[in-house]
Every structure is written in C-alpha cells, then in structure tokens.
C-alpha cells in the first residue's frame, strides 16, 4: 500500500453559501452558552417590534424575514409585539392589517401578539425607580426650549433648570402626569445622563410625556405615554429577547437602551449586606445588533410620505397596488416566496445601499415562471374571421385543442382551448404596411396562432379613422397544434417566424385589466425638489376595459394550481404575470399587471 496522500475527491454538492455576520455572532453565541448551555440553539428569541401607525413596506418586510428566519433557523422562538406608545397616530386598522402581513410573509410567531401597552405599568414603576435612584426628573419647560438645550454635534448641551429637583417632587409631578393633572406639553420625564455627550441620544433624552387621548387598547387608563426609547428595550428585556435586530438608524440609540437597563439594574440583585434589593433581582440585558435597511429605487421607506399618498388621494389606499406596502404588492401578484428572497437576497451587511427596483422585479419573474400556468388574454383586441374555415367542416364548427399549461412543469400537463372561425389578437400584432423586420401579421403574411394554427392575412377592413376593425385570414388545416405542415412535392417545408397569442371569439370573457407600473419616475423620488408627489409617474396606471380572456381565466378549472395565499396569478402569454385582483367578481373580473415578462425600464435607460 502506498504512503502517498490521496487527493480528496471533488464534492459532488455545491459550497454552502457564506453565513452572513449576525449567523455567524448568533453561532458563537451558542457555542459559548451565552443565554443557556452551550449548544442549546433553542435559546434564541428574536421579535418584530412595529409601530401600528401605517401599513408595512418591503423594508420591514426585510425585518420579518431576517429575525423570523434566523428563530426558524435556529430552532428558537419569533414573537410579534406592537410598539403602540403614540395613541394620536395609532389604529386597529394598522394592527390587522400589519399581523395580516407578517402572517403572509410566512412568520409564525410564537404565543398571542403582544404590545407595549401590556407593560405600561412596569414601565411606569422602573421610571418611578428612576426618580428615587436620582437618574430621571420632572421638566416644565417647553418642548422647544428642550429641544434647544440639547446642544448640537460640537457644542454641549444646557442643564434643564429642574434637573436636581428632589426625587420626591418629581415623583409627585409624575404621578400628576399620569392622572391626567397636567395638560398636554405641560411636562415630561427625563432621564439624567449626560448633557455633554458626544452622543446626542444621551443628553437627558425624554422618557415620558403627556397625551391626554385615548388610546386603542387601554382607553382613558393612561395620561402619559412612554418614549420609543424608553420603551424599546424594555419591551425586549420583559420578552427575554436574546437578538434585538434594528436597521442602521437605530446604532446611536443602542448607548441609551443599554444605559437604561444599566439604571434599572443599579441596586438590584444582593446588596452588600447579603439581603437583596428592594428592587428585585436584575431584569434581562438583550443584544441589540444593527443591519442595513433595504433601500430600493423608484420608491419611498417613509410612512408619513405613504400616508400623505393616501391621505392625499394620489392612490386608492394602503393596498393598491403601486405602493410598496406588503398589502400593495400582495394584491398586485407578487408571492411572499418572491418579497422573502429579493429582500434577503440583497445580503445581510452593515453597509447601506440602494437596490435597483428590477431586483425585485426578477425574484417575482423567477418564482411565476416555474409556477404560474399560461393563459392566452388579448388587452387591446381586434377580430380576425377565419375565411376559409367552412371550406374544411361545418361552417360554425369549434375544434377543441390542446395547450401546454407550463413549459417549465411537466407536471402542470395540459388545457383544451377552443378554436372557431371568428377570433380576437392584439391590435399591435397586426401592421398594414409592416417593416421587413416585423414578424407579426400583415397583409400576405403568415403566422402561427399559438397551440392551433398558421394563418396568412387575405384582407382587413379599416374604419374612417383608418383604424383597422377586422382581419380576414385563412387557416392551414395540416398546421393543427401549430406544428410546421407537412413537406411539399419538392420536399421544401414552410415555416413562419411569428408566434400570436388569441382568443376565440364565441366564448372570449370580458374583462379589466389594470396595468401597473412603478408609482414613481425619479430612481430617489422628491431629490431634485424635495417633494415626493413631483416625481409621481402619470403612467403608472393604465385601465384597459373590453379585454378578451381565455373563459379558464374566469372560471377555475382543475389544472389550475392552488396558491397558499388563495391569490390567483398567471402568465398572460407574450405580455406578462397577472393576478385576479381583490375587487374582482365573477360578473365583473378584473386583473391586475404584476411585472412584465421582461424589464422594460432597462432598455428606457439605455441599459
């Protein structure tokens, strides 16, 4: 036997891809058992902590998937928890429809949905804790003169003149507060940090204020409500979070979530007497780690500019679908498998960038052109009459064909199409004076109708505008199927360069198709001018009324593939991905455009 090594054999899989840097911290922190026994990967908990005050977009799409698939992956636990501290922008609407979109981009959480406000009380008790440690005070003054006092990036900031008021007084102020003794603006309770630091955040940031409103879950309960600052980490502390994963904007805050933790645990635990605290045992420190948010070209991330969208008229509401809300892109087509791998897709980094809007584009054509069945619909018809259709059977006769359901799954297998002598194509596939390079129809030409015949053009009629009004071809029975006819006597076979797309006639369904393009025609909406609603793109709708459809497209039929979402989405042949929209009926169905077949914007641009 010889002693010289063996050269390993090549892998037959490919390199699993390069974990990503919050995999790779979420690892050590398993293998060194820093929140249980090491190795216990059950330990992770992660959340999605979202405002109620708007609707979802993709870039907290990106969220849900990261923290949701990182407990998936994991075998931990996700919990979703609103962030619902503001009761002057917050609804029920909002928390619906956000749970609604969490649950489609297909993160299960763990338990009931929680809420900040299930907390109010402990959060009220540790800002008490606070005032007696001598680490948060009472201010009277002003919210702008607050505002001024901060100081700015090279200069420090102005001690408040309340800042050493007596731990009692500001208790007693604070109690006023929350019985709905001061009015609106009339006080808040800061933490006493630094007003020195270098870090903003730190310089007695604001912790409660007064909002004498309602709010949606506790009523009249409560007069003040506690800080996104205040709140935030608390709310993951009480929840044992281990991974609390924000955006890039959030890294300045981490400091003060920290230092907020830190003060509550100050004189927790055992004293140095052996009795424990009055306060309790210490609560649970978690991990705050940031990453970059997802950025995409041709929109807005803002839900205040979503809002005033909506608010302003300029689309039909949270849902339609040129927004980049989750409902938006729900009800255009697109799939969660689509939205989950264009937003991860663009990697887990620390490094903001802008991902172009033909990224998200191409995760959906990807995912509808392995699953969406074909179907033949034409949006701007004109009708052809098959004039020599009676000269091979009954004049009125339909022939039954057959039409591959999708080329990219055997297993999708087939649909009968039926084919008269009367039949709609698209009014831009036929030219009276057509360019050599024009494979469509025109006047002596001949084409292949998809899955049924070649067709040559004997005449048209036109109307006094010139617009045409109808073709007469005549039809190549050997061609059935669309197949190449059969050689002639010198062995010459006849072929045809252009494919139609058609609909039969007789039993054609009319329909609305809806066709979408992007809300905005600026890559950074409102750059230039500073307002968002001048860069709105006035073709980004289009309604298309008379459309003709393949009857499959009305009435389901059993080659049709279930989606989990009951959403029904197609491929248009030869024009692009289309989805029966929300609103449809059976006596009046409409279809909305989810993506071309192909990115057009790129030829636009020169690309």
């Known amino acids: 036997m010889s002693d010289t090594p063996t050269k390993p054999e090549p ?19 398993i293998a060194s058992g820093r929140w249980g026994a090491p190795g216990d990967r059950s330990v992770v908990k992660t959340r999605f902590p979202p405002e109620p005050n708007g609707y979802l977009h993709i870039g907290h799409a990106k969220a849900v998937c990261l923290s949701s698939g990182l407990a998936r992956e994991f075998g931990g636990t996700f919990k979703l928890r609103f962030d619902d501290t503001n009761p002057a922008k917050e609804e029920q609407e909002y928390v619906d429809s956000i749970a609604a979109d969490v649950r489609w981009l297909g993160a299960e959480w763990e338990g009931d949905i929680r809420f900040a406000s299930d907390y109010f009380g402990r959060f009220y008790d540790w800002a008490v804790e606070l005032i007696e440690k001598g680490l948060a005070y009472v201010d009277e003054q002003p919210a702008e003169t607050i505002r001024e006092q901060r100081g700015s990036l090279k200069e420090p900031g102005t001690p408040s003149p309340f800042r050493d008021r007596p731990a009692e007084e500001s208790k007693e102020l604070f109690a006023k507060m929350k019985d709905g003794g001061v009015p609106d603006g009339g006080a808040v309770l800061r933490a006493k940090i630094d007003m020195a630091s270098p870090n903003i955040n730190l310089r007695d940031p604001v912790m409660y204020r007064v909002v004498n409103a309602p709010h949606h879950r506790t009523g009249t309960d409560w007069h003040i409500y506690p800080m996104y600052d205040w709140a935030h980490g608390l709310e993951d502390s009480i929840e044992g979070i281990t991974h609390s994963l924000c955006t890039l904007e959030f890294e300045n805050h981490r400091p003060l979530y920290d230092w907020f933790i830190e003060a509550i645990n100050k004189d927790r635990g055992q004293g140095s007497d052996g009795q424990p605290s009055r306060y309790g045992e210490p609560i649970h420190h978690p991990q705050q780690t940031e990453f970059s948010r997802y950025n995409l070209e041709y929109t807005t991330m803002s839900k205040r500019y979503l809002k005033s969208l909506v608010d302003g008229g300029h689309v039909e509401g949270w849902d339609d679908p040129r927004m980049i809300t989750v409902a938006g892109l729900r009800r255009r087509g697109y799939t969660p498998e689509a939205v ?43 009708k052809v009459v098959i004039t020599n259709w009676g000269e091979h059977g009954e004049p009125d006769r339909v022939e039954e064909l057959e039409a591959i359901n999708n080329p990219e799954d055997d297993a999708a297998g087939t649909r009968t199409v039926r084919f008269g002598p009367e039949l709609y194509i698209e009014r831009d596939d036929f030219m009276i004076d057509p360019p050599k390079k024009f494979f469509r129809l025109g006047p002596g030409r001949e084409v292949r109708l998809r899955s049924a015949f070649w067709v040559t053009c004997q005449d048209f009629d036109t109307d006094a505008d010139g617009n045409v009004t109808e073709i007469r071809c005549s039809y190549d029975p050997l061609t059935r199927g669309g197949g190449n006819p059969p050689p002639d006597a010198e062995g010459k076979v006849r072929k045809v360069k252009g494919t139609l797309h058609w609909v039969n006639a007789s039993d054609a369904a009319d329909a609305t198709v809806r066709v979408f393009d992007r809300l905005f025609d600026a890559p950074r909406p409102g750059k230039k001018t500073g307002d968002i609603i001048d860069d709105l793109n006035p073709d980004s709708l289009k ?11 009305i009435a389901r039929t059993p080659d049709e593939p279930e989606w989990a979402d009951g959403i029904r989405r197609f491929q248009f042949e030869r ?5 029966v929209d929300a609103g449809s009926t059976s006596d009046k169905p409409v279809f909305n455009r989810a993506v071309t077949l192909k990115d057009s914007w790129a030829k636009q641009a020169g690309r």
Not at 11 to 29: G, K, L, N, V, Y
Not at 575 to 579: A, E, K, R
């Open 340 to 382: 989950r791998e264009a937003v991860i897709g663009v990697g887990i980094t620390k490094f903001n960038a802008l991902t172009e809007f033909v990224t998200l584009e191409n995760a959906l054509r990807d995912d509808l052109n392995k699953r969406a069945p074909r179907r033949m619909a034409v949006l701007d018809p004109v």
């Open 543 to 553: 309604i298309l009324a008379g459309c003709k459809l393949e009857p499959s497209l």
């Open 11 to 29: 892998a037959d899989t490919p390199e699993a891809p390069a974990r990503h840097f919050i995999q790779q911290m979420i690892d050590s922190d």
């Open 575 to 579: 024009l692009g991905y289309f989805c």
